[in-house]
């Protein structure tokens, strides 16, 4: 009994030393291709937990752009469902609150997120999320990108409302271009 216990456990300890071994880091592209345009890294950070990759096209600087894509990776592994359960706790604790839909197709979840202007912001800001979870990574990563249409001055409420509409129109055209889309992350 003693040594079948001792065998059970050294047993799992050489799945999990292989199952780890197996996991790989993710290796972010330096440029990427989406919807026509070539993007660059122009910016990343990197903690503990997470790291950050943000690319621009047209020479844009990271600080004031018109289209960005962003990778996050998360060193920890989400299944979709997870990913879309902790976006929408996180989207409805913000003030205010952005105009969101959630969803999974197939092994990755979806965010498509809109956020109107403010007094700092005087654009709407469109968002695309995709996750991906990769079994030979050792994390999740999700891939967004993001567009922002300029408003000069204050808007009427069917101004707004207009604005939305076709704000949304693009976003889920956006999102069914990205769904159809083949890049996947490299981990290595």
Request: one cysteine or more; hydrophobic letters at 40%; glycine letters at 4%.
């Amino acid at each position: 009994m003693k040594i079948t216990r001792v065998m059970n456990r050294f047993i799992f300890l050489v799945l999990l030393v292989n199952v780890c071994a197996l996991a790989e880091v993710f290796v972010p592209p330096k440029s990427m291709e989406l919807f026509g345009k070539q993007y660059t890294l122009a910016f990343q950070n990197e903690n503990a937990d997470v790291a950050l990759y943000e690319y621009t096209t047209d020479n844009e600087p990271v600080e004031n752009w018109n289209r960005l894509i962003t990778l996050q990776y998360y060193k920890r592994k989400l299944e979709p469902l997870e990913f879309i359960t902790a976006m929408k706790a996180g989207l409805d604790s913000r003030k205010p609150i952005p105009h969101y839909s959630l969803y999974q197709k197939e092994e990755h979840g979806y965010a498509l997120l809109i956020f109107e202007p403010s007094r700092e912001h005087l654009h709407f800001e469109a968002d695309v999320q995709k996750s991906f979870h990769p079994v030979e990574c050792d994390g999740t990563l999700i891939l967004q990108y993001g567009v922002r249409t300029p408003t000069l001055q204050q808007l009427s409420s069917e101004d707004k409302s207009r604005m939305l509409k076709d704000v949304y129109g693009q976003l889920k055209l956006d999102a069914e271009q990205i769904a159809q889309n083949k890049w996947v992350p490299t981990c290595e």
